[in-house]
Protein backbone atom coordinates (compact mmCIF):
# COMPACT_ATOMS: atom_id res chain seq x y z
CA UNK A 1 0.00 0.00 0.00
CA UNK A 2 1.38 3.43 -1.04
CA UNK A 3 2.59 5.52 2.29
CA UNK A 4 0.33 8.40 1.26
CA UNK A 5 -2.75 6.15 1.35
CA UNK A 6 -1.59 4.89 4.50
CA UNK A 7 -1.03 7.97 6.92
CA UNK A 8 -4.44 8.94 4.78
CA UNK A 9 -6.53 6.27 6.60
CA UNK A 10 -4.22 6.68 9.92
CA UNK A 11 -5.51 10.03 10.13
CA UNK A 12 -8.69 9.70 9.26
CA UNK A 13 -9.45 7.40 11.84
CA UNK A 14 -7.35 9.18 14.13
CA UNK A 15 -9.46 12.17 13.78
CA UNK A 16 -12.20 10.09 14.44
CA UNK A 17 -11.00 8.26 17.56
CA UNK A 18 -10.38 12.13 18.97
CA UNK A 19 -13.72 13.34 18.03
CA UNK A 20 -15.46 10.63 19.97
CA UNK A 21 -13.09 10.46 23.11
CA UNK A 22 -15.61 13.12 24.66
CA UNK A 23 -18.71 10.31 24.74
CA UNK A 24 -17.65 7.11 24.03
CA UNK A 25 -16.72 4.87 26.89
CA UNK A 26 -12.91 5.03 28.27
CA UNK A 27 -12.83 1.04 27.41
CA UNK A 28 -14.02 1.38 24.14
CA UNK A 29 -11.53 4.41 22.93
CA UNK A 30 -8.59 2.22 24.37
CA UNK A 31 -9.23 -0.37 21.96
CA UNK A 32 -9.39 2.52 18.92
CA UNK A 33 -6.13 3.58 19.95
CA UNK A 34 -4.94 -0.27 19.77
CA UNK A 35 -6.26 -0.71 16.43
CA UNK A 36 -4.87 2.49 14.99
CA UNK A 37 -1.36 1.37 16.56
CA UNK A 38 -1.87 -1.95 15.19
CA UNK A 39 -3.03 -0.77 11.55
CA UNK A 40 0.29 1.43 11.36
CA UNK A 41 2.23 -0.92 12.34
CA UNK A 42 1.11 -3.69 10.29
CA UNK A 43 1.07 -1.57 7.37
CA UNK A 44 4.36 -0.54 7.26
CA UNK A 45 5.26 -4.25 7.49
CA UNK A 46 5.61 -5.39 3.69
CA UNK A 47 3.48 -7.70 3.00
CA UNK A 48 2.34 -8.45 6.91
CA UNK A 49 -1.37 -8.38 7.71
CA UNK A 50 -3.22 -7.90 11.12
CA UNK A 51 -4.50 -11.40 11.65
CA UNK A 52 -7.91 -12.24 11.57
CA UNK A 53 -7.92 -13.73 14.79
CA UNK A 54 -6.88 -11.27 16.34
CA UNK A 55 -9.69 -8.93 14.61
CA UNK A 56 -12.51 -10.91 15.94
CA UNK A 57 -11.56 -10.99 19.27
CA UNK A 58 -10.83 -6.73 18.96
CA UNK A 59 -14.48 -6.43 17.61
CA UNK A 60 -15.65 -8.55 19.97
CA UNK A 61 -14.68 -6.82 23.06
CA UNK A 62 -15.42 -4.01 21.50
CA UNK A 63 -19.12 -4.74 21.29
CA UNK A 64 -18.95 -6.28 24.51
CA UNK A 65 -18.12 -3.02 25.96
CA UNK A 66 -20.68 -1.18 24.12
CA UNK A 67 -23.36 -3.57 25.21
CA UNK A 68 -21.91 -3.00 28.94
CA UNK A 69 -21.74 0.30 28.64
CA UNK A 70 -25.14 1.46 27.12
CA UNK A 71 -27.22 -2.03 27.56
CA UNK A 72 -28.36 -1.78 24.21
CA UNK A 73 -26.81 -2.18 20.93
CA UNK A 74 -29.71 0.58 19.98
CA UNK A 75 -29.64 4.11 20.14
CA UNK A 76 -27.75 7.15 19.17
CA UNK A 77 -24.82 6.34 21.41
CA UNK A 78 -24.96 2.38 21.30
CA UNK A 79 -25.69 3.31 17.45
CA UNK A 80 -22.85 5.25 16.53
CA UNK A 81 -19.94 2.96 18.61
CA UNK A 82 -20.95 -0.27 16.78
CA UNK A 83 -20.44 1.76 13.27
CA UNK A 84 -17.35 2.72 14.93
CA UNK A 85 -16.22 -0.45 15.67
CA UNK A 86 -17.11 -1.99 12.51
CA UNK A 87 -14.92 0.92 11.18
CA UNK A 88 -11.60 -0.10 12.63
CA UNK A 89 -12.62 -3.56 11.89
CA UNK A 90 -12.63 -2.98 8.52
CA UNK A 91 -9.21 -0.86 8.53
CA UNK A 92 -7.60 -3.72 9.90
CA UNK A 93 -8.47 -6.23 7.59
CA UNK A 94 -8.19 -3.32 4.41
CA UNK A 95 -6.15 -5.14 1.90
CA UNK A 96 -7.11 -4.41 -2.10
CA UNK A 97 -7.60 -1.05 -3.34
CA UNK A 98 -11.59 -2.15 -2.89
CA UNK A 99 -11.04 -2.66 0.60
CA UNK A 100 -9.56 1.28 0.68
CA UNK A 101 -12.48 2.71 -1.09
CA UNK A 102 -15.13 1.21 0.94
CA UNK A 103 -13.30 2.08 4.01
CA UNK A 104 -13.19 6.29 3.45
CA UNK A 105 -16.46 6.22 2.15
CA UNK A 106 -17.94 4.15 5.15
CA UNK A 107 -15.48 6.73 7.22
CA UNK A 108 -17.57 9.94 5.93
CA UNK A 109 -20.85 7.86 7.03
CA UNK A 110 -19.06 7.31 10.76
CA UNK A 111 -18.32 11.03 11.00
CA UNK A 112 -20.92 12.67 9.49
CA UNK A 113 -23.49 10.68 12.56
CA UNK A 114 -21.14 11.90 15.36
CA UNK A 115 -23.36 15.48 14.72
CA UNK A 116 -26.28 13.09 15.91
CA UNK A 117 -23.69 13.34 20.04
CA UNK A 118 -22.86 17.00 19.37
CA UNK A 119 -23.29 19.52 17.33
CA UNK A 120 -20.36 21.86 18.79
CA UNK A 121 -18.45 23.90 16.52
CA UNK A 122 -15.36 21.39 17.86
CA UNK A 123 -17.47 18.89 16.32
CA UNK A 124 -17.84 20.70 12.96
CA UNK A 125 -13.84 21.23 12.66
CA UNK A 126 -13.26 17.59 13.57
CA UNK A 127 -15.65 16.34 10.77
CA UNK A 128 -14.73 19.14 7.98
CA UNK A 129 -11.12 17.32 8.87
CA UNK A 130 -12.33 14.38 8.75
CA UNK A 131 -14.28 15.01 5.40
CA UNK A 132 -10.41 16.71 3.85
CA UNK A 133 -8.48 13.11 5.29
CA UNK A 134 -11.08 10.77 3.58
CA UNK A 135 -11.22 13.33 -0.28
CA UNK A 136 -7.46 13.26 -0.03
CA UNK A 137 -7.17 9.45 0.70
CA UNK A 138 -10.11 8.77 -2.04
CA UNK A 139 -7.76 11.26 -4.44
CA UNK A 140 -4.67 9.14 -3.75
CA UNK A 141 -6.05 5.83 -4.46
CA UNK A 142 -6.45 7.32 -8.03
CA UNK A 143 -2.94 8.73 -8.50
CA UNK A 144 -1.14 6.91 -6.77
CA UNK A 145 0.14 4.58 -9.73
CA UNK A 146 1.55 8.01 -10.89
CA UNK A 147 3.61 9.18 -8.50
CA UNK A 148 6.82 7.58 -6.39
CA UNK A 149 7.78 7.28 -3.04
CA UNK A 150 10.48 9.98 -3.70
CA UNK A 151 8.05 12.48 -4.39
CA UNK A 152 5.40 11.38 -1.52
CA UNK A 153 5.60 14.74 0.26
CA UNK A 154 5.53 17.13 -2.64
CA UNK A 155 2.61 14.75 -3.67
CA UNK A 156 0.63 14.81 -0.72
CA UNK A 157 1.28 18.50 -0.42
CA UNK A 158 -0.39 18.74 -4.49
CA UNK A 159 -3.34 16.82 -3.90
CA UNK A 160 -4.12 18.27 -0.56
CA UNK A 161 -4.26 21.64 -2.33
CA UNK A 162 -6.99 19.63 -5.02
CA UNK A 163 -9.54 18.48 -2.35
CA UNK A 164 -9.22 21.70 -0.43
CA UNK A 165 -10.21 23.58 -4.48
CA UNK A 166 -12.94 20.72 -4.07
CA UNK A 167 -14.51 21.60 -1.00
CA UNK A 168 -14.57 25.25 -1.80
CA UNK A 169 -16.41 25.13 -4.77
CA UNK A 170 -18.74 23.33 -2.87
CA UNK A 171 -18.96 25.38 0.10
CA UNK A 172 -21.20 28.33 -1.39
CA UNK A 173 -23.94 25.78 -1.76
CA UNK A 174 -24.20 24.44 1.67
CA UNK A 175 -23.96 27.71 3.04
CA UNK A 176 -27.15 28.57 0.75
CA UNK A 177 -28.30 25.31 2.10
CA UNK A 178 -27.47 26.37 5.66
CA UNK A 179 -29.49 29.67 5.41
CA UNK A 180 -32.48 28.62 3.18
CA UNK A 181 -33.21 25.96 5.62
CA UNK A 182 -33.55 26.84 9.07
CA UNK A 183 -34.63 23.23 10.16
CA UNK A 184 -31.58 22.41 9.80
CA UNK A 185 -29.61 22.92 13.44
CA UNK A 186 -26.52 25.23 13.19
CA UNK A 187 -23.25 23.74 14.02
CA UNK A 188 -22.48 25.26 18.07
CA UNK A 189 -24.02 24.92 20.97
CA UNK A 190 -26.30 27.80 22.10
CA UNK A 191 -25.69 28.24 26.03
CA UNK A 192 -29.87 28.38 26.51
CA UNK A 193 -29.69 29.40 30.39
CA UNK A 194 -28.00 32.67 29.19
CA UNK A 195 -29.41 33.22 26.45
CA UNK A 196 -32.90 33.31 28.49
CA UNK A 197 -31.52 35.81 30.82
CA UNK A 198 -31.44 38.63 27.93
CA UNK A 199 -33.72 41.06 27.30
CA UNK A 200 -36.24 40.60 25.73
CA UNK A 201 -35.51 42.55 22.60
CA UNK A 202 -31.95 41.04 22.14
CA UNK A 203 -33.22 37.62 23.42
CA UNK A 204 -35.33 37.76 20.05
CA UNK A 205 -33.28 38.96 17.93
CA UNK A 206 -30.79 36.18 18.91
CA UNK A 207 -33.40 33.57 18.86
CA UNK A 208 -35.38 34.23 16.00
CA UNK A 209 -34.16 31.60 13.91
CA UNK A 210 -34.38 28.99 16.47
CA UNK A 211 -38.18 29.70 17.60
CA UNK A 212 -39.25 29.78 14.21
CA UNK A 213 -41.78 27.05 13.05
CA UNK A 214 -41.84 26.09 9.26
CA UNK A 215 -44.72 26.06 8.02
CA UNK A 216 -44.63 23.48 5.93
CA UNK A 217 -43.06 20.77 9.25
CA UNK A 218 -45.57 18.15 10.69
CA UNK A 219 -45.02 16.17 13.95
CA UNK A 220 -44.21 12.74 13.84
CA UNK A 221 -47.81 12.06 15.50
CA UNK A 222 -49.60 14.05 12.80
CA UNK A 223 -48.60 11.80 10.66
CA UNK A 224 -49.68 8.82 12.28
CA UNK A 225 -53.21 10.32 13.00
CA UNK A 226 -53.34 10.51 9.13
CA UNK A 227 -52.22 7.15 8.41
CA UNK A 228 -54.63 5.71 10.85
CA UNK A 229 -51.77 4.43 13.34
CA UNK A 230 -51.34 4.47 17.13
CA UNK A 231 -49.18 7.69 18.05
CA UNK A 232 -46.25 7.53 20.68
CA UNK A 233 -48.24 9.72 23.09
CA UNK A 234 -48.10 7.07 26.03
CA UNK A 235 -44.31 7.31 25.63
CA UNK A 236 -44.25 11.02 25.87
CA UNK A 237 -47.20 12.61 27.61
CA UNK A 238 -47.75 9.59 29.58
CA UNK A 239 -44.15 9.25 30.62
CA UNK A 240 -45.15 12.97 32.41
CA UNK A 241 -48.25 11.73 34.27
CA UNK A 242 -46.19 8.52 35.18
CA UNK A 243 -44.21 10.68 36.84
CA UNK A 244 -47.00 12.82 38.46
CA UNK A 245 -48.45 9.81 39.88
CA UNK A 246 -44.76 8.57 41.46
CA UNK A 247 -44.22 11.91 42.99
CA UNK A 248 -47.97 11.98 44.18
CA UNK A 249 -48.85 15.07 42.33
CA UNK A 250 -51.43 15.82 39.40
CA UNK A 251 -50.93 16.80 35.76
CA UNK A 252 -54.26 17.42 34.48
CA UNK A 253 -53.18 19.05 31.29
CA UNK A 254 -51.54 16.33 29.66
CA UNK A 255 -54.49 13.96 30.83
CA UNK A 256 -56.40 16.28 28.65
CA UNK A 257 -54.23 15.94 25.68
CA UNK A 258 -53.65 12.12 26.37
CA UNK A 259 -57.42 12.28 26.19
CA UNK A 260 -58.38 14.24 23.37
CA UNK A 261 -55.06 12.35 20.89
CA UNK A 262 -56.69 8.86 22.01
CA UNK A 263 -59.82 10.48 20.77
CA UNK A 264 -58.32 11.34 17.84
CA UNK A 265 -56.72 7.72 17.05
CA UNK A 266 -60.36 6.14 17.48
CA UNK A 267 -62.19 8.79 14.91
CA UNK A 268 -58.94 9.80 12.66
CA UNK A 269 -58.60 11.58 10.02
CA UNK A 270 -62.96 12.63 10.82
CA UNK A 271 -61.75 14.38 14.28
CA UNK A 272 -60.13 17.41 13.82
CA UNK A 273 -60.15 20.47 16.16
CA UNK A 274 -59.00 24.16 15.73
CA UNK A 275 -55.78 25.63 17.79
CA UNK A 276 -58.17 27.99 19.66
CA UNK A 277 -60.91 24.95 20.92
CA UNK A 278 -57.58 22.94 22.13
CA UNK A 279 -56.35 25.85 23.87
CA UNK A 280 -59.41 26.37 25.62
CA UNK A 281 -59.46 22.52 26.29
CA UNK A 282 -56.19 22.56 27.84
CA UNK A 283 -56.68 25.89 30.02
CA UNK A 284 -60.55 23.79 31.34
CA UNK A 285 -58.10 21.05 32.10
CA UNK A 286 -55.71 23.28 34.04
CA UNK A 287 -58.56 24.87 36.49
CA UNK A 288 -59.85 21.53 37.42
Same mark, same amino acid.
Given at each position: ?39 ? =???? +? ?9 ? =???? @??? @? ?5 ? =? ?11 ? @? ?50 ? @???? =? ?43 ? #? ?74 ? #? ?6 ? +? ?20
Amino acid at each position: MHSSIRIAIVLTLSLIWITQLSFSPVLLSVIFAICIGCLW =YFMK +STGNHFPKWAI =YILT @LVA @LAVTFWS =YQSFLGVEAGVAV @LSIFLFAKALETKTQRDVIILFNFALFVAASMFLHSQSFMTAVMVLLCLLSC @LLGL =YRVQTHAFASENSNRMALRQDAKHVIKFVGLALPFFVLLFIFFPR #LPPLWHIPIPKLLSLPNPLFKLLSRKMLAIDPLARSSMQDDLIAGRPTEVDWINGEVLKLAEQSGRQAPINARLIA #LIKQSEKS +SPSFSMSADALKDQLKSAAKQ
